[in-house]
């Protein structure tokens, strides 16, 4: 066993045995364990029992510790109500739709139940239980602040690591580097695309803790926010790119808008500073043909999405209401016709598309509770993200960066389904709706008592709370 696994067991069960003194700090140091969570190294199995790792193990001793002092803490649940049956529903979405897969294997026959259940189920409502821990039990203004300090760093480290594997030099590279990036990444654990949504969100959320920071770390957060987005631009993911220009955009004309001034500059340097991440964006533009002419290649552009998506559409409109249950794109037959037919062989998992992606899942009936839910948790990260208090406009902008670009990745590929890479965003989303309920709390009470409401009154109050 090398140093670095004895040194996460040490780790590991030291906040297993913290956890019944204070589970919410040991859930802090389960979060930052994400930042690895991927890595080679890390133990997948525990005595070589599917689903015992250490992340499941320190999860299960939190869990069992929240659950035991909630009556001592006096926590009491007050998630709004609407939010809660939103919830429910979208658990009920994704359990209905593993049942069908588990009743209609239909292609899936070489795909172990036992795996089915563990990775569809399991494995998909796991990442999201950690922020519901966090809600109820972050109550006070430095809690918060350390929740988003671990969310942040996450993002951090995953850079960090980035930068290493990856040379400095690769975001000068062309087309034909980007498959040697690709390979790197998934070895790291991931895949590209997905590390380029969730770094371009994580740029703008370091940008919008700014102010909740003293001047003179200032330095330090922009410092940190560049290396993200250095690695961001390393993993020559498009879809991360247009994330990132399409949130640039979206922040500033929410709340910064004196920086849109900035935007024809930063348009003309970044050529000059990331020529390969512009040339993977311009990528089948401005083609010749056989003609001489100038043409736009659809194929070059979408990465062959513009062949796959007419044939999800076709799928989706044989169930529109309630879709063909998780894993259709397996299950209908699809994957496979379009692995010989455009792919050589090479399957195609998932449709390249989010909202087609849980339209062919779950049909207009299923998607509508998942869109409410997602279109209500960006309208009040964008409430608070546009609050004069610091600490609401903090957590609002982290969460509505994080969100934003994965609804705009989403164009390109992801997954509504929660994911290890998205975890971080589950976790901001779930401390928004803390501050959010706490600033609604604060200003009930104020009205009650006749009181004016301020950022400094709702500062006073979070902190005592």
């Known amino acids: 066993m090398s140093i670095r696994i004895t ?27 994400m930042a690895v969570i991927e890595h ?49 529903m979208y658990l009920g979405v994704i359990l209905f739709g593993v049942l069908r897969a588990v009743l209609d294997r ?9 795996s089915l259940i563990s990775e569809e189920l399991i494995n998909t409502v796991k990442w999201v239980l950690p922020g519901i821990l966090l809600f109820d039990g ?55 695309t997905d590390l380029s949504v969730m770094l371009a969100g994580a740029s703008w959320g370091l940008l919008a803790a700014v102010p909740l920071v003293q001047r003179k770390y200032w330095v330090m957060i922009l410092a940190a926010a560049g290396i993200v987005f250095t690695a961001m631009a390393l993993t020559g993911g498009r879809a991360g790119y247009l994330a990132w220009g399409g949130m640039g955009l979206v922040l500033c004309l ?57 044939h999800v559409i076709d799928k989706i409109c044989e169930s529109p209401l309630v879709g063909h249950g998780r894993l259709a ?30 339209l062919l899942d779950n049909g207009i009936l299923g998607s509508l509770p998942i869109f409410f839910f997602w279109g209500l948790m960006v309208l009040y990260s964008t409430r608070l993200f546009r609050s004069d208090n610091r600490l609401c406009s903090a957590v609002g902008g982290v969460a509505l960066a994080s969100m934003l670009a994965e609804l705009l990745g989403g164009i390109a590929g992801q997954r509504f389904y929660p994911r290890e890479h998205t975890m971080g965003m589950w976790i901001a989303m779930f401390l928004m709706l803390r501050v959010y309920v706490e600033e609604r709390q604060i200003q009930a009470r ?20």
Request: with cysteine; aromatic share 12%; glycine share 8%.
């Open 40 to 88: 080679p190294d890390m133990p997948k199995t525990v005595l070589g029992i599917q689903g015992l790792n250490p992340w499941n193990l320190l999860f299960a001793m939190i869990f069992l510790a929240w659950a035991a002092s909630r009556r001592r803490e006096g926590l009491t649940w007050d998630m709004p109500r609407h939010i809660s049956v939103l919830l429910l």
């Open 106 to 114: 239909s292609y899936i026959q070489d795909y172990p139940l036992k």
């Open 254 to 310: 929410l709340k910064w808008r004196k920086y849109l001034l900035l935007a024809p500059i930063v348009v003309m340097l970044l050529p000059m500073i990331f020529p390969g991440a512009v040339g993977r964006m311009l990528q089948g533009f401005g083609q010749t043909d056989v003609a001489g002419q100038s043409t736009v290649d659809d194929y070059s552009i979408t990465s062959g999405r513009t062949l796959i998506w007419p």
């Open 138 to 192: 972050c109550r006070t203004r430095r809690q918060v602040v350390i929740v988003l300090a671990c969310i942040l760093s996450i993002w951090c480290l995953i850079a960090v690591q980035l930068h290493r594997l990856l040379p400095l030099g690769s975001i000068l590279q062309d087309g034909g580097g980007i498959e040697y990036t690709r390979i790197a990444i998934k070895n790291m654990g991931y895949a590209a």
């Open 329 to 358: 794109m397996a299950r209908t037959g699809l994957m496979t016709y379009l692995a010989l037919e455009y792919s050589e062989g090479e399957a195609v998992g998932h449709a390249h598309n989010m909202y087609l992606d849980t």
């Open 446 to 465: 104020l009205t009650n008592t006749g009181d004016s409401w301020n950022s400094q009154t709702f500062g006073q109050q979070m902190a005592i709370v």
């Open 7 to 33: 040194a996460l067991y040490i780790f590991v069960t030291f906040l297993c045995i913290y956890a019944w003194k204070d589970w919410f700090k040991s859930l802090c140091g389960l979060i930052l364990l």
